[in-house]
């Protein structure tokens, strides 16, 4: 959940249409990481289905469904697990990890 949302944003839209969808590095042209030029396809993946747990940041596979990502029940501001339904993206200190929507 956002705390304090800002207005509306056009991929909202786009997104609530699919089924699902990975939440992916951004990377544009030009851009050097870990001493390389080369685009690395890294995505947000939960950890385990329990609540509290760590999202980490694995390479993009199209089949795992611990990458899959939805709006939860519509709402702009809420990002939930397919993997674990109910489960949502909250923030830590530090860290993201994953809780009840």
């Known amino acids: 959940p956002v705390s304090k949302p800002k207005g509306y944003h056009f991929a909202y839209d786009v ?52 990458q899959r990502w939805r709006f939860y029940q519509n709402s702009r501001f809420m990002i939930e697990s397919v993997y674990k339904k109910d489960r949502c993206i909250s923030r830590g200190d530090k860290r993201l990890y994953i809780d009840d929507c």
């Not at 992916?24 to 329990?50: G, H, L, N």
């Open 15 to 66: 997104m609530r249409q699919m089924e699902y969808y990975q939440l992916k590095m951004y990377w544009k042209k030009d851009y050097y990481w870990q001493e390389s030029t080369t685009e690395r396809k890294y995505c947000a993946e939960v950890t385990s289905s329990s609540r509290k747990s760590e999202i980490e940041i694995q390479r993009c596979s199209g089949s795992d469904k611990k």
